[in-house]
């Protein structure tokens, strides 16, 4: 595996539901205008990803028993489908990932046709698509910088062979007695 990683973000409250580990992966093809991590366009950009890196990664998830799950930001994960997928299988072996996000700028129908991008995104529980547009900006949108982008609901897409939105799972709430 030759995938870098620019950072890691252990509490997130932004980047996918609940409190998420985020993995920031280098490599990305989009160049977003206003990008916020340009650096992380290079490949090469920051440090490689190794099984001492993993395990320091791994120990610091294990510390954390409140994470919601893990979310791949970068950069674009997309942009070494083999290795994210590398990376994401040993991080399972870690037992790291029990709910998997992750952000990309290609769109869910370029990752329906391409065979790669589809391994990769059945890993996934959710995607957020779509290239980051400076135009499209709002920051009233949850896990989202842009309105062009979505949250799609990995499995009930590939069920339905079409983009399914994500919707947050509600938890109904016990009330007491008077």
Not at 75 to 95: N, W
Not at 127 to 153: A, C, H, M, P, Y
């Given at each position: 595996?030759?995938?870098?990683?620019?950072?890691?973000?252990?509490?997130?409250?932004?980047?996918?539901?609940?409190?998420?580990?985020?993995?920031?992966?280098?490599?990305?093809?989009h160049?977003?205008?206003?990008?916020?991590?340009?650096?992380?366009?290079?490949?090469?950009?920051?440090?490689?990803?190794?099984?001492?890196?993993?395990?320091?990664?791994?120990?610091?998830?294990?510390?954390?028993?409140?994470?919601?799950?893990?979310?791949?930001?970068?950069?674009?994960?997309?942009?070494?489908?083999d290795?994210?997928?590398?990376?994401i299988?040993?991080?399972?072996?870690?037992?790291?990932?029990?709910?998997?996000?992750?952000?990309?700028?290609?769109?869910?129908?370029?990752?329906?046709?391409?065979?790669?991008?589809?391994?990769?995104?059945?890993?996934?529980?959710?995607?957020?698509?779509?290239?980051?547009?400076?135009?499209?900006?709002?920051?009233?949108?949850?896990?989202?910088?842009?309105?062009?982008?979505?949250?799609?609901?990995?499995?009930?897409?590939?069920?339905?062979?079409?983009?399914?939105?994500?919707?947050?799972?509600?938890?109904?709430?016990?009330?007491?007695?008077?």
């Amino acid at each position: 595996m030759s995938l870098y990683i620019s950072g890691v973000n252990y509490e997130s409250l932004v980047d996918g539901d609940g409190v998420r580990t985020v993995l920031f992966l280098s490599g990305c093809s989009h160049h977003c205008k206003n990008c916020q991590n340009p650096d992380t366009w290079n490949p090469r950009y920051g440090v490689p990803i190794t099984d001492e890196l993993l395990d320091e990664i791994a120990e610091n998830i294990h510390k954390r028993p409140f994470l919601a799950g893990v979310t791949l930001s970068g950069g674009d994960p997309f942009f070494s489908p083999d290795d994210t997928v590398e990376l994401i299988q040993r991080l399972r072996c870690r037992r790291c990932i029990n709910d998997l996000w992750i952000y990309t700028g290609y769109t869910w129908e370029e990752i329906m046709h391409n065979a790669k991008y589809m391994q990769l995104a059945s890993h996934a529980d959710v995607i957020v698509d779509g290239e980051f547009i400076e135009e499209q900006k709002d920051r009233r949108l949850k896990f989202r910088g842009s309105r062009n982008q979505r949250i799609i609901d990995v499995k009930k897409s590939v069920d339905a062979g079409t983009a399914i939105l994500w919707k947050k799972k509600t938890v109904p709430v016990a009330c007491e007695k008077p």
